[in-house]
T-cell receptor
């Protein structure tokens, strides 16, 4: 149990366009979802915490107008990278909390390349 | 500051060797959780263990074992008789309580383990 999916797994887009990444909890309801970014050979950096039905809480230094997060239901959170630039190219990973434990279940990640 | 330090950036061993991955943490919380995750080349994070700050018992799971020493703020991970499939990046993480009351994870920089045949 506790499977989290992400879609797409890979995306290539042109500079200036927007990209939406979906994170779904497949067999549980996620009260909280997290979005991380991982640059090559680096650690995971938390971007924002997303609670269902409320605004996301962004970490310091993360532009909320550039990285739009919507947690519209207990099984879906979306991250939209607006007006993407090459420096936004990264591996984006989401995770979800069930609300019954402290364990975060991670999605498989989405590799974004902005050309 | 709340942070996790994994001093070893890369480790290379030969199959069947034992290897220990170090993790040192800093936190101001009295109750916290420590985690280890494995990230194979595919990129997906694999949960390995979660340890409560009040539970200092060492844990063993097959070839994996963890040594939690609160006195030195360390949570080291040992793989016994390493195998090629153990090759991955391993992350140590610390749970941090946010102002909003939820918990978030602070990750170390990771240790890349390469097990050679």
């Amino acid at each position: 149990g506790a499977v989290v999916s992400q879609h797409p797994s890979r995306v290539i887009c042109k500079s200036g366009t927007s990209v939406k990444i979906e994170c779904r909890s497949l067999d549980f309801q996620a009260t909280t979802m997290f979005w991380y970014r991982q640059f090559p050979k680096q650690s995971l950096m938390l971007m924002a915490t997303s609670n269902e039905g409320s605004k996301a809480t962004y970490e310091q230094g993360v532009e909320k107008d550039k990285f739009l997060i919507n947690h519209a239901s207990l099984t879906l959170s979306t991250l939209t990278v607006t007006s993407a630039h090459p420096e936004d190219s990264s591996f984006y990973i989401c995770s979800a909390l069930t609300g019954r434990s402290y364990e975060q279940y991670f999605g498989p990640g989405t590799r974004l390349t902005v050309t | 500051a709340q942070k996790v330090t994994q001093a070893q950036t890369e480790i290379s061993v030969v199959e069947k060797e034992d290897v220990t991955l170090d993790c040192v943490y800093e936190t101001r919380d009295t109750t916290y959780y420590l985690f280890w995750y494995k990230q194979p080349p595919s990129g997906e994070l694999v949960f390995l263990i979660r340890r409560n700050s009040f539970d200092e018992q060492n844990e063993i799971s097959g070839r994996y074992s963890w040594n939690f020493q609160k006195s030195t703020s360390s949570f080291n991970f040992t793989i016994t008789a390493s195998q090629v499939v153990d090759s991955a990046v391993y992350f140590c993480a610390l749970s941090v309580l946010t102002q909003g009351g939820s918990e978030k994870l602070v990750f170390g920089k990771g240790t890349k383990l390469t097990v050679n045949p």
